[in-house]
């Protein structure tokens, strides 16, 4: 942790960077992002197992992009990234949302993190994404910190949760996700927190023509959450942040991980894990799967 | 396959005919025309009994289809025992190739190929002749071909023998079966007293520990694919 | 209704270059289809998106079917190759969240395939025919919005829901 | 607004299985239809003047043609509508022919669908905007890229169309591998004596600006508005002063220090030097690298015998800019090369071959070079090595090409009949030779060309055996060649004096980078790719960009000529009219909410997209978005599905109307 | 350094001297051997000519051996022993039906990839300064054509190490014993093999032809690095000289037997006196350099 501050601390007063973006603790069990400009202040960051928050979310901010524009000069930014978030850090440079020699990552060894703030980090509430978590290390650093220690075992539930539904005939399993979209509040909190939601105006806002119907009654509830889905398919890093974001428990994350293990099965592909492999959507192999055509 | 089962009846009967005929004239004995017959059945058996066809056959144990040879020729003319063949390598693929198997599995091409790999690897279309060649001679084993290179083909049993009692070859045996399977007893008498007599080869065989393993080897290996 | 006289409807979409000059092919060698099938001409099979088909469904649709040039045949050499990532992923998606897979079908018909182009539509047809009315999906409009009425008896005027907002950006 | 639906019966077409006056009933009740009309022939003169008449009577703003598919008659209908005073793209056809007449029986169903498919064209022409077609102005100036016989042939043709053309050459003098051929097939006439003339005539051109020992470095812009950027290399000859008199050349100390590559390597150069006499220009280059002043400042003979003082041992490579509306590519072809070294990575050599170590194993343009007569030997059939005359040739042809073992899988088409006039001209050489051809199949598919074969073997007794050789050995100053003659079924070993390799064609080196430079597709060999095999040879996808001569494919002489001929007159055409017209049918990103993903610019086969730098009042940089190029854009759409903001239209399919179609099946 | 070791059956007999004079040149090297345990034949010619499955079962035996005893590589110094290995390898790692067929048969799971080498790869990942720092007598009197024969370098997709065509591993090699190379064209031409006893008339041809091409290009040593070819080229002299009366005995040798030679032992501790052909040509030459 001293690490991490001193190491914080330097970047500010040297000027390097213009903002420090981390987590400072708020109780025990739990901690909240902070942006950080004054060195003064960087004795509040922490990194620990409540570090949920995916903080690349802020990298697409226009108003955090404004921090780093001094005098005519671009600094950088300082971002404490988990090994899982540098994944979405990865995918946001891929997009060109963000230039990767405009961002210092200070990222951790990480052995993962709690289920949600309040919880005691064991086994039984282990964040789902980091149960088969490989990349306990991240790729892709400026800056390490944190001792190697072992991951709590823990079952994954998820995948045995999407086998169950895999398992069901096609019609309870239109209904059973029907019932689950009906929840949906339209509050877009999932939007929000999704570090690949970035777009200005998001295609459910777009009105001419109406592409997805705002209203909340199930056709509009079901397309939205498709095309949510969609949009994330192959560009999805993981992060488990809408799950945790939604209100109405919808299961957004295990439509995300259903997808990912449809890219990497199909495609080979995981997003996030390499800024030279071509993106999945925008790129082709001639020699993709043929067999959906007649 | 180009040689179509009926079409073979049909030149049968044709055969037949005109022996009918021939019988009516000639003095010859009834019986010998009859084993002539069966001679010519037997020959004829190959595109009989196999219930596949010998090309496909070949492509799938080579995992190269026969087809991608363009003849060119190249194989014959690197190869070193070219001279020694009744027909030229090439000749053996385009036989299969048009469905000639009994002229290419009665050849004595495969036999004597040395598996030199010099057609391998200048095949302009990587085209793996020496396996190919491997499948060929299989096969003619399989299907119970005459073979006309029968001492390269008993050396290679008797060499397989050795292995099989032994785990490794053991060449006094090895070239006393040859020498019994073949009638052979003069070639190589004056080698193998200077051998002795230099101490390289031992009298008794080298026989391996786990020789049971070895042998459930050969008999699982054995029946047909 | 009476499910022996149901007769599903399918949308098409298809490319300008490949498949709809096919389906033309199939029309100059009179040859005989099933009427179930609507085309709507694109200029490419990349430009498809999977909301058209969403919008297809909301628009009581029982099946639809995407078709474009073959692979490497592409007008605009590459269209299709993309379109085939984005189906590949779209079908796997649908077919998770309980949509058959035989409800979008996918083929690729080059402009000389007329026959290929009335076979592909006799087969979507008769697998939604066996499918049966994609209720599931109607049951959604009908439970909040407008009524669709499952067999119009006299053919209705289109309605299109447009939002009366002008875009604000 | 006023839309018009009018549906043609086609004759008995379509009206036989649909009822086409109910189909006209019914979308008269639909909102917005001010007039349904059906009508016998909607094609012919009275069918449109029936349109014309109503859209004046009804003050039509949009109409619907119930017809034939639009491929047949879109372009019928909206020239009527143009010439009644609406815009074309405000015209929509539904195809009740070819999608429902013909392919029903049922005529309820099929006057249902065809109600169905109206409806549907007339949600979309509801919201069909007028669109007008894109108009892009023409610089009315060529780029020739190679100045061989495609490139000079290129220049020539549209440049005699009244065109300036700027013919760029890498190498320091125009000609090609043309000018290095001893005589043509199947004429035997000379080579240099056709192409020398052309030559003159491209210098001596009005219209042709010549830049020899150049090379293109980057284009920019699109159909009709191409910048290039040439850089010229520095010759450190001042090229307005030089007279070619050739007394630097004589006179030049260093006379064996570096291969002539005209000569394909079998005679040596100076360091300064013209690559052959007839060269055009005729002014010579210092080669740097061997040349004495560049190594130790001194010598300078060349400038002591220049009385024009011509030599400039300080010349720069200068870089030179140029509009054109239209680029021909004619960057042709090289041989294959069996080193082992020398060879590309992609390609393999021939070790069974020596690797090239064996001096008198040659490839075909040394032969062309031996067989010259301004060749190093005078025409005379010598052996490299020692200079005797070979007494047996034997010549291997598709040595490298159709071998998928050493990387190339084609036929370089050319080899069996410059191996056949190979032979035969060293039959008329040295009488009492023998020439032996090893070949794999004999094409000589063209006008004289069997004949010319025949003639080899029949009177000039060209021996032909059908097999590929397997190993060349040297052996007593004499090549081991073993073959086999497959049609013989033998063995057949020839001790030649000499052999000749007739080697594969492949892309001349950086045809990949120029490609790349230029933005057109190349296949894995690196021959540039047409945009339709059949139709259109030769055009590149890229449009303004044409292709000429063997960059495209191996190619003979009158192939090259006809093609760059073609690729003349399609840039004539180009150039026929002062603006360029393009389909409206493109792209547009709507950049206020564009959020600069790029997938857009990933997923464009065409790279019509640009990054477009959006600025603040305060003229400060705040986003990148994505610009499309009109000019490129061929308007497929793909971007537009995979835009995820939807911040990408296509115009005449925008979203718009394709949900109108949607919600009115 | 150590290196799994598969002698082979010709080690063992006919070609004894193979193994002797490689076990003493490595020991001098300061690499050191560990011998498969139990290995058996791998197959050789016989197998894969007639039964495709045996080839592979008999060669994948040792494989799997060299695994359970934990060996990384192997050192496989007959030719065809090495080739029979590496097809075998190749085969089941590119076709999983063999593969799987294999592993039934043997029942074992093939793990991880022994990797097989031959004796040239040996001696130049081990290095050849080491040949030179230890090298007692230059042998530069000796001008040696390097035979390879078929199996070493053929298929060189397969291979992955020298030249199909024009390999010249074995020419850096021999160099740094101090010895000499020549130029010549029968390098990779196929000595008759193993139809040595059933078709010793083709043998004798090939043989002839590959030693006449030899003395044609100036050597007076040929080096062999395969007990097959050394059978055919060394022992089969005898019928040679039998069908063409003017043959003169030519000295072949095992590429060990020249470095040994090199690193200072002498022809009976290395068992150059096993063979048929006399070497006394090359000891007069020998005994020259010395003088000289």
Same mark, same amino acid.
């Given at each position: 942790m001293k690490e991490l501050i001193k190491h914080a601390r330097e970047l500010l007063e040297n000027g390097e960077v213009a903002a420090v973006i981390g987590y400072r603790q708020v109780s025990a069990k739990r901690t909240k992002p902070?942006?950080?400009?004054?060195?003064?202040?960087?004795?509040?960051?922490?990194?620990?197992?409540?570090?949920?928050?995916?903080?690349?979310?802020?990298?697409?901010?226009?108003?955090?992009?404004?921090?780093?524009?001094?005098?005519?000069?671009?600094?950088?930014?300082?971002?404490?990234?988990?090994?899982?978030?540098?994944?979405?850090?990865?995918?946001?440079?891929?997009?060109?949302?963000?230039?990767?020699?405009?961002?210092?990552?200070?990222?951790?060894?990480?052995?993962?993190?709690?289920?949600?703030?309040?919880?005691?980090?064991?086994?039984?509430?282990?964040?789902?994404?980091?149960?088969?978590?490989?990349?306990?290390?991240?790729?892709?650093?400026?800056?390490?910190?944190?001792?190697?220690?072992?991951?709590?075992?823990?079952?994954?539930?998820?995948?045995?949760?999407?086998?169950?539904?895999?398992?069901?005939?096609?019609?309870?399993?239109?209904?059973?996700?029907?019932?689950?979209?009906?929840?949906?509040?339209?509050?877009?909190?999932?939007?929000?927190?999704?570090?690949?939601?970035?777009?200005?105006?998001?295609?459910?806002?777009?009105?001419?023509?109406?592409?997805?119907?705002?209203?909340?009654?199930?056709?509009?509830?079901?397309?939205?959450?498709?095309?949510?889905?969609?949009?994330?398919?192959?560009?999805?890093?993981?992060?488990?942040?809408?799950?945790?974001?939604?209100?109405?428990d919808i299961p957004l994350s295990l439509i995300n991980r259903k997808m990912s293990m449809e890219a990497k099965n199909l495609f080979s592909f995981v997003s996030g894990r390499s800024l030279e492999t071509p993106t999945l959507v925008g790129s082709y192999n001639e020699k993709d799967n043929n067999e959906l055509f007649m | 396959?180009?040689?179509?089962?009926?079409?073979?009846?049909?030149?049968?009967?044709?055969?037949? &005919?005109?022996?009918?005929?021939?019988? !009516? $004239?000639?003095?010859?004995?009834?019986? +010998?025309?009859? *084993?002539?017959?069966?001679?010519?059945?037997?020959?004829?058996?190959?595109?009989?009994?196999?219930?596949?066809?010998?090309?496909?056959?070949?492509?799938?144990?080579?995992?190269?289809?026969?087809?991608?040879?363009?003849?060119?020729?190249?194989?014959?003319?690197?190869?070193?025992?070219?001279?020694?063949?009744?027909? &030229?390598?090439?000749?053996?693929?385009? !036989? $299969?190739?048009?469905?000639?198997?009994? +002229?290419?599995? *009665?050849?004595?091409?495969?036999?004597?190929?040395?598996?030199?790999?010099?057609?391998?690897?200048?095949?302009?279309?990587?085209?793996?002749?020496?396996?190919?060649?491997?499948?060929?001679?299989?096969?003619?084993?399989?299907?119970?071909?005459?073979?006309?290179?029968?001492?390269?083909?008993?050396?290679?049993?008797?060499?397989?023998?050795?292995i099989k009692n032994h785990g490794r070859s053991y060449e006094v045996g090895l070239v006393a079966e040859y020498k019994m399977k073949t009638l052979d007893l003069f070639q190589d008498v004056d080698s193998a007293p200077g051998m002795f007599l230099k101490g390289k080869l031992d009298l008794l065989p080298h026989n391996i520990k786990n020789r049971k393993e070895i042998k459930s080897i050969f008999k699982k290996t054995s029946g047909k694919k | 209704m009476d499910k022996q006289n149901w007769e599903p409807k399918i949308a098409a979409f298809v490319c300008n270059?490949?498949?709809?000059?096919?389906?033309?092919?199939?029309?100059?060698?009179?040859?005989?289809?099933?009427?179930?099938?609507?085309?709507?001409?694109?200029?490419?099979?990349g430009s498809i998106d999977p909301v058209f088909i969403l919008k297809a469904f909301e628009r009581g649709a029982d099946g639809v079917l995407v078709s474009g040039c073959h692979p490497n045949d592409c007008h605009y050499n590459a269209g299709n190759f993309h379109a085939r990532r984005r189906w590949d992923f779209f079908h796997e998606l649908l077919d998770f969240i309980g949509i058959e897979k035989g409800r979008l079908q996918f083929s690729w018909i080059s402009a000389s395939e007329g026959k290929k182009f009335a076979d592909v539509i006799t087969k979507v047809t008769e697998d939604i025919k066996a499918m049966g009315p994609f209720t599931a999906y109607k049951k959604m409009n009908s439970e909040f919005t407008i009524d669709f009425p499952e067999e119009p008896s006299e053919l209705p005027e289109p309605e299109f829901q447009e939002n009366s907002d002008k875009e604000t950006e | 607004m006023k839309i018009g639906v009018f549906i043609c019966h086609c004759g008995e077409n379509i009206s036989s299985t649909v009822d086409c006056p109910r189909v006209a009933d019914v979308c008269r009740t639909y909102t917005g239809v001010e007039y349904s009309v059906d009508y016998k022939y909607m094609c012919s003169d009275p069918g449109q003047n029936l349109i014309k008449d109503a859209i004046h009577k009804y003050n039509l703003d949009a109409i619907v043609v119930g017809s034939c598919s639009p491929h047949m008659h879109e372009r019928t209908f909206r020239n009527a509508a143009v010439s009644a005073g609406?815009?074309?793209?405000?015209?929509?056809?539904?195809?009740?022919?070819?999608?429902?007449?013909?392919?029903?029986?049922?005529?309820?169903?099929?006057?249902?669908?065809?109600?169905?498919?109206?409806?549907?064209?007339?949600?979309?022409?509801?919201?069909?905007?007028?669109?007008?077609?894109?108009?892009?102005?023409?610089?009315?100036?060529?780029?020739?890229?190679?100045?061989?016989?495609?490139?000079?042939?290129?220049?020539?043709?549209?440049?005699?169309?009244?065109?300036e053309v700027v013919l760029v050459e890498k190498e320091p003098s125009i000609g090609g591998h043309m000018s290095q051929l001893s005589e043509t097939f199947p004429t035997l006439d000379c080579s240099q004596c056709i192409l020398t003339p052309r030559m003159v005539e491209v210098h001596q051109h009005p219209k042709i600006?010549?830049?020899?020992?150049?090379?293109?470095?980057?284009?920019?812009?699109?159909?009709?508005?191409?910048?290039?950027?040439?850089?010229?290399?520095?010759?450190?000859?001042?090229?307005?002063?030089?007279?070619?008199?050739?007394?630097?050349?004589?006179?030049?100390?260093?006379?064996?220090?570096?291969?002539?590559?005209?000569?394909?390597?079998?005679?040596?150069?100076?360091?300064?030097?013209?690559?052959?006499?007839?060269?055009?220009?005729?002014?010579?280059?210092?080669?740097?690298?061997?040349?004495?002043?560049?190594?130790?400042?001194?010598?300078?003979?060349?400038?002591?015998?220049?009385?024009?003082?011509?030599?400039?041992?300080?010349?720069?490579?200068?870089?030179?800019?140029?509009?054109?509306?239209?680029?021909?590519?004619?960057?042709?072809?090289?041989?294959?090369?069996?080193?082992?070294?020398?060879?590309?990575?992609?390609?393999?050599?021939?070790?069974?071959?020596?690797?090239?170590?064996?001096?008198?194993?040659?490839?075909?343009?040394?032969?062309?070079?031996?067989?010259?007569?301004?060749?190093?030997?005078?025409?005379?059939?010598?052996?490299?090595?020692?200079?005797?005359?070979?007494?047996?040739?034997?010549?291997?042809?598709?040595?490298?090409?159709?071998?998928?073992?050493?990387?190339?899988?084609?036929?370089?088409?050319?080899?069996?009949?410059?191996?056949?006039?190979?032979?035969?001209?060293?039959?008329?050489?040295?009488?009492d030779g023998e020439a032996y051809i090893f070949y794999m199949d004999i094409r000589a598919g063209g006008k004289m060309y069997e004949e010319f074969v025949r003639r080899a073997i029949e009177e000039d007794k060209v021996k032909y055996i059908r097999g590929r050789v397997s190993r060349i050995y040297e052996e007593d100053g004499k090549y081991i060649v073993k073959g086999e003659d497959t049609l013989a079924g033998m063995p057949v070993e020839i001790d030649a004096d000499m052999v000749v390799l007739a080697t594969a064609m492949i892309p001349q080196d950086g045809a990949e980078s120029l490609a790349r430079t230029i933005g057109i597709p190349y296949d894995k060999y690196g021959f540039f790719n047409e945009a339709h095999p059949k139709l259109r040879p030769v055009e590149s996808t890229t449009a303004g960009v044409f292709l000429a001569g063997a960059c495209q494919s191996p190619k003979d002489i009158p192939e090259?000529?006809?093609?760059?001929?073609?690729?003349?007159?399609?840039?004539?055409?180009?150039?026929?009219?002062?603006?360029?017209?393009?389909?409206?049918?493109?792209?547009?990103?709507?950049?206020?909410?564009?959020?600069?993903?790029?997938?857009?610019?990933?997923?464009?086969?065409?790279?019509?997209?640009?990054?477009?730098?959006?600025?603040?009042?305060?003229?400060?940089?705040?986003?990148?978005?994505a610009y499309i190029n009109q000019g490129v854009c061929q308007g497929c759409g793909t971007c537009t599905a995979t835009c995820l903001s939807k911040s990408i239209e296509l115009a005449g399919f925008n979203n718009e109307e394709i949900f109108a179609e949607i919600a009115a099946l | 350094m150590k290196y799994g070791y598969f002698p082979g059956c010709s080690l063992t007999s006919s070609a004894k001297e193979y193994d002797i004079s490689l076990r003493k040149v490595i020991d001098k090297l300061g690499i050191s051997f560990d011998e498969i345990n139990d290995w058996s034949c791998c197959g050789a010619t016989s197998a894969h000519v007639t039964n495709h499955k045996l080839s592979t079962a008999l060669a994948m035996r040792n494989i799997m051996l060299a695994e359970q005893q934990g060996l990384d590589n192997i050192i496989a110094p007959c030719a065809a022993c090495y080739n029979r290995l590496i097809i075998s390898q190749n085969e089941i790692g590119k076709h999983t039906g063999i593969r799987k067929e294999t592993e039934d048969l043997l029942s074992v799971k093939f793990k991880k990839d022994v990797k097989v080498f031959n004796i040239l790869e040996l001696f130049l990942k081990s290095g050849l300064n080491k040949i030179i720092e230890n090298r007692k007598r230059e042998l530069s009197e000796l001008k040696a054509a390097c035979y390879y024969g078929c199996l070493l370098v053929r298929p060189a997709a397969i291979t992955k190490f020298d030249d199909a065509e024009e390999p010249e591993s074995m020419e850096k090699i021999v160099e740094a014993t101090g010895a000499d190379?020549?130029?010549?064209?029968?390098?990779?031409?196929?000595?008759?093999?193993?139809?040595?006893?059933?078709?010793?008339?083709?043998?004798?041809?090939?043989?002839?032809?590959?030693?006449?091409?030899?003395?044609?290009?100036?050597?007076?040593?040929?080096?062999?690095?395969?007990?097959m070819c050394h059978t055919n080229l060394d022992m089969r002299q005898r019928a040679m000289k039998r069908k063409y009366p003017d043959h003169?005995?030519?000295?072949?040798?095992?590429?060990?037997?020249?470095?040994?030679?090199?690193?200072?032992?002498?022809?009976?501790?290395?068992?150059?006196?096993?063979?048929?052909?006399?070497?006394k040509y090359a000891d007069t030459l020998l005994n020259n350099s010395a003088k000289g």
């Open positions: 902070v942006i950080i400009t004054d060195p003064e202040e960087t004795s509040a960051l922490v990194f620990n197992e409540y570090c949920l928050n995916n903080l690349a979310v802020y990298l697409t901010k226009a108003r955090i992009k404004l921090l780093c524009k001094k005098n005519d000069k671009v600094l950088k930014l300082a971002i404490t990234a988990k090994p899982c978030d540098v994944h979405s850090i990865v995918a946001l440079i891929q997009e060109n949302q963000i230039d990767r020699d405009t961002i210092h990552i200070i990222s951790f060894n990480c052995h993962g993190v709690a289920k949600d703030f309040g919880f005691d980090f064991n086994g039984d509430n282990l964040a789902s994404k980091c149960i088969t978590c490989e990349t306990h290390k991240p790729l892709y650093y400026d800056a390490l910190f944190g001792e190697v220690k072992e991951t709590p075992q823990a079952s994954d539930t998820a995948l045995a949760r999407i086998k169950e539904i895999e398992s069901m005939p096609h019609n309870e399993r239109f209904e059973f996700f029907k019932s689950e979209f009906d929840k949906c509040i339209k509050c877009y909190a999932c939007r929000a927190v999704c570090p690949l939601c970035y777009c200005q105006r998001c295609i459910t806002d777009k009105t001419i023509p109406c592409w997805i119907e705002t209203s909340s009654h199930q056709r509009g509830n079901f397309a939205w959450n498709v095309i949510r889905a969609f949009h994330l398919s192959g560009r999805c890093t993981g992060c488990g942040e809408c799950d945790r974001a939604c209100p109405a | 396959m180009s040689r179509k089962a009926d079409e073979i009846m049909a030149a049968d009967t044709l055969k037949d &005919a005109k022996k009918l005929q021939a019988s !009516f $004239i000639s003095t010859e004995p009834f019986q +010998e025309s009859s *084993k002539e017959k069966e001679k010519e059945k037997d020959n004829n058996k190959l595109f009989h009994i196999h219930e596949r066809n010998v090309s496909d056959e070949i492509s799938e144990r080579t995992f190269q289809d026969v087809s991608l040879c363009y003849q060119c020729g190249k194989c014959s003319a690197g190869c070193p025992v070219r001279y020694y063949m009744d027909i &030229a390598p090439n000749k053996v693929v385009r !036989f $299969i190739q048009l469905g000639y198997y009994e +002229e290419a599995l *009665k050849s004595e091409t495969p036999w004597l190929c040395a598996g030199c790999l010099a057609c391998s690897v200048r095949c302009p279309k990587e085209f793996d002749l020496a396996k190919f060649m491997d499948a060929v001679r299989e096969i003619a084993i399989e299907k119970g071909v005459e073979i006309k290179q029968e001492n390269i083909l008993k050396f290679h049993k008797a060499f397989l023998d050795q | 270059w490949c498949t709809y000059t096919g389906a033309d092919l199939a029309g100059t060698s009179r040859l005989k289809y099933p009427a179930n099938c609507k085309i709507i001409r694109v200029m490419c099979s | 609406i815009n074309p793209f405000m015209v929509e056809i539904a195809n009740l022919r070819e999608h429902c007449s013909w392919v029903h029986d049922n005529i309820e169903a099929a006057t249902r669908k065809a109600i169905e498919l109206m409806r549907m064209a007339i949600e979309k022409v509801k919201r069909d905007k007028p669109l007008t077609k894109i108009k892009v102005p023409i610089t009315k100036r060529v780029l020739v890229i190679g100045g061989g016989i495609a490139g000079i042939q290129a220049a020539l043709d549209t440049a005699n169309a009244g065109y600006k010549l830049m020899t020992y150049s090379e293109v470095e980057r284009v920019e812009g699109f159909i009709g508005n191409f910048k290039v950027t040439i850089k010229k290399k520095a010759r450190h000859i001042n090229e307005d002063k030089c007279s070619g008199c050739g007394m630097c050349i004589t006179k030049c100390p260093i006379k064996k220090k570096a291969y002539n590559s005209f000569e394909e390597d079998l005679a040596f150069r100076p360091a300064v030097y013209v690559p052959f006499p007839q060269a055009i220009p005729n002014i010579p280059v210092i080669d740097e690298t061997v040349c004495t002043y560049y190594k130790t400042g001194k010598c300078g003979m060349c400038v002591k015998v220049c009385d024009r003082e011509a030599i400039d041992f300080g010349q720069k490579d200068t870089i030179h800019v140029a509009d054109v509306g239209a680029i021909i590519v004619a960057t042709g072809f090289k041989l294959y090369n069996i080193d082992k070294k020398s060879a590309d990575s992609k390609y393999k050599g021939y070790g069974e071959y020596g690797y090239g170590k064996y001096r008198d194993v040659i490839d075909g343009l040394q032969f062309e070079r031996i067989a010259s007569a301004s060749g190093p030997t005078s025409g005379e059939i010598k052996r490299p090595s020692d200079g005797r005359v070979p007494k047996k040739i034997a010549f291997i042809q598709c040595v490298g090409s159709r071998d998928d073992s050493k990387g190339i899988s084609y036929c370089s088409k050319i080899c069996c009949m410059y191996t056949a006039k190979q032979a035969m001209l060293y039959r008329h050489k040295v009488h090259s000529v006809s093609m760059a001929s073609a690729a003349a007159s399609k840039a004539i055409i180009l150039f026929a009219n002062d603006t360029l017209e393009r389909e409206p049918v493109v792209a547009k990103v709507n950049e206020d909410i564009c959020a600069g993903c790029f997938y857009c610019m990933k997923v464009c086969p065409f790279g019509a997209v640009e990054v477009k730098d959006v600025k603040d009042i305060n003229g400060i940089v705040y986003k990148e978005v | 190379t020549v130029d010549w064209n029968y390098k990779t031409e196929c000595c008759g093999a193993a139809h040595s006893i059933a078709r010793r008339d083709i043998v004798v041809d090939l043989s002839k032809k590959i030693i006449d091409d030899a003395i044609t290009h100036g050597a007076n040593v040929m080096v062999v690095a395969c007990p003169k005995e030519f000295p072949v040798l095992y590429l060990t037997e020249l470095i040994g030679l090199s690193l200072g032992m002498d022809e009976k501790e290395l068992g150059i006196d096993l063979h048929y052909t006399n070497f």
